[in-house]
């Protein structure tokens, strides 16, 4: 599933190709998983912002049109054999892909995200200001949850997935299975600091493309932060520091990757 770096990028490369232009309208024959979509017709774009792993695109006449990427979601120049939507510009086409139908569009006026509670209570942002050490410590210290479930529940820092959940973990040198509220404050400050580096690597670098595939840029480049994962993906492998074989959990549903030696 795209996250945040995945996401960042999409929205850096969407900007020039929306930024002004007016929207004749976007076509889909979805109405269920694309609602209210007929208000984008003649609004102009005036923003690509994004909160979390959603995009906000916000239009003339106070209106947002908010697309959650899903699992397999994203843009693409070209029409795919998977294009579920397609966004008309004044000058050209933008195409929604998704292989797998989880993405969302959803037209609202801006701000009213009543029909998207995951929106509405999303932590603060974690490359901005907003996100402080004291609240972040204060939010392990309210939880009992393994700090891989904490991490994915969004509320407590938004953007964070499956991949930089492990990978933030183990360069915090901390097991994934631990209770939140275990942490020592130089422990949390140690995963604080980590969940920054990764994440701003990670968007340096466009992201992650996995061997699928599935995230690639609108343009069809992927993204090279794979190219540094120290255990995701990676069970059974030696781990980059001890040599020890990564392990692999299931946490919260979710696969989860993290060496027992150095995050014992």
């Known amino acids: 599933m795209p996250e ?3 996401v960042e990028t999409t929205r850096r490369r969407l900007l020039p ?3 002004g232009q007016r ?35 916000s239009l003339s006449g106070g209106l947002e049109a908010v697309v959650h990427l899903g699992m397999t979601g994203g843009f693409r120049l070209e029409k795919t054999p998977h294009t579920r ?14 292989p797998r139908r989880f993405g969302r569009i959803l037209v609202v006026e801006a701000g009213r995200y009543e029909e998207l509670p995951l929106l509405r209570r999303l932590g603060p942002e974690p490359l901005s200001e907003a996100f402080t050490f004291p609240g972040f410590l204060q939010g392990l210290r309210q939880s009992a949850r393994p700090l891989k479930a904490l991490l994915l529940d ?16 183990f360069r915090a040198r901390l097991n994934p299975l631990r209770p939140a ?9 140690r995963l604080f600091q980590a969940i920054r580096e990764v994440l701003a690597e990670a968007v340096a670098l466009g992201g992650s493309t996995l061997s699928d595939r599935t995230y690639q840029q609108p343009d069809g480049l992927p993204g090279s932060f794979q190219e ?28 989860t990757h993290f060496c027992p030696h150095c995050q014992a």
Do not use: M, W
């Open 4 to 6: 945040l770096p995945e």
């Open 17 to 19: 190709l929306l930024l």
């Open 23 to 57: 929207l004749r309208g976007i076509r889909h024959q979805d109405p269920l998983r694309y609602r209210h979509t007929e208000r984008a017709a003649g609004r102009r774009v005036e923003g690509v912002e994004r909160r979390g792993k959603f995009l906000l695109l």
């Open 85 to 98: 939507a397609e966004f008309l510009l004044e000058r050209g086409v933008l195409y929604f892909h998704d």
């Open 154 to 169: 969004q509320t407590l820092v938004a953007g964070v997935g499956n991949i930089y959940a492990d990978e933030a973990l």
């Open 181 to 189: 509220r275990s942490l020592g404050e130089a422990e949390a400050q």
């Open 228 to 255: 540094r994962h120290a255990v995701y993906g990676r069970a059974g492998l030696p781990c980059p520091t001890c040599g020890a074989p990564i392990a692999r959990r299931v946490v919260a549903g979710r696969g």
